[in-house]
């Protein structure tokens, strides 16, 4: 393990486990789907367990969801595991998943299972920065694609496309975000206490846990994620996943 400041704090490790998996299309929640024999939800908790940053997890799996709790109670995750039933919304699995956890925790990571390939030492460089300082950290890495932003056309030009360009931000500011997302523990807690409050819109507005302390006024600081993390929503996702698995099995010290 590279990492050194993070063994001087108590960690929790949610693990966000909720998807539908629908446009996987393997008729069963996502965090069920194999990857190379082995489910997304299993690949997860292997890479938590790797990056030994986790005095605790709590995992939000769909309510019900017999299947998942096996999974976890088979894992070889050798701090103490929680699983807990998963809320309507992300916010909400979140949510239930902190309460699970121990109150005595220095700083809380708040990973999706969805990334199940995530490296450890991402997860490292997220608690390194935490112990460092940081009261919220996520991964990111750099934008490689032009990005537009579009509005939908005004009536009178919807003969000519749907949409049309309103700018070009400059790519050399934007990230794409990762996960895992690292927080103080008490700020994680007071930002989804302060999220009851949203109205509907404002919290279908709310895609990640950064935006929750974005709008306590806490500053977000970024630390460097990892291709190898790439969010596993569509066949094609799992395609690219299995060739990562293969070449990682072939090329084990790369």
Do not use: W
């Not at 931000?169 to 794409?176: F, I, K, N």
């Not at 291709?227 to 070449?247: F, G, H, M, Q, Y």
């Amino acid at each position: 393990m590279s990492s050194t400041v993070s063994r001087e704090q108590r960690i929790g490790v949610i693990l966000v486990a909720g998807g539908s998996g629908q446009r996987l299309g393997y008729g069963i929640p996502k965090a069920q789907v194999p990857l190379a024999g082995t489910a997304l939800l299993a690949h997860a908790l292997q890479g938590i367990e790797a990056s030994g940053v986790a005095a605790a997890v709590s995992v939000a799996v769909p309510a019900g969801d017999t299947v998942m709790r096996t999974l976890c109670r088979e894992s070889a995750v050798s701090c103490s595991l929680t699983v807990v039933d998963g809320g309507a919304t992300r916010a909400d699995s979140v949510r239930a998943a902190l309460q699970a956890l121990p109150g005595d925790l220095d700083a809380v990571l708040v990973h999706d299972a969805a990334r199940a390939l995530t490296p450890p030492e991402v997860f490292r460089r997220v608690a390194d920065a935490l112990a460092s300082g940081a009261a919220a950290v996520i991964p990111a890495v750099a934008v490689t694609d032009t990005v537009k932003t579009t509005a939908v056309t005004a009536s009178g030009q919807a003969g000519i496309a749907p949409r049309m360009v309103t700018g070009t931000p400059d790519r050399s500011t934007l990230r794409a975000v990762q996960t895992p997302q690292g927080f103080e523990a008490a700020l994680l807690r007071r930002a989804h206490e302060a999220a009851r409050g949203f109205t509907e819109a404002q919290a279908a507005a709310v895609t990640d846990d950064a935006m929750l302390a974005e709008s306590l006024g806490t500053p977000v600081f970024v630390v460097e994620g990892s291709e190898l993390s790439l969010k596993i929503t569509t066949p094609l996702d799992l395609l690219l996943a299995e060739a990562v698995l293969a070449r990682n099995h072939a090329n084990p010290k790369d």
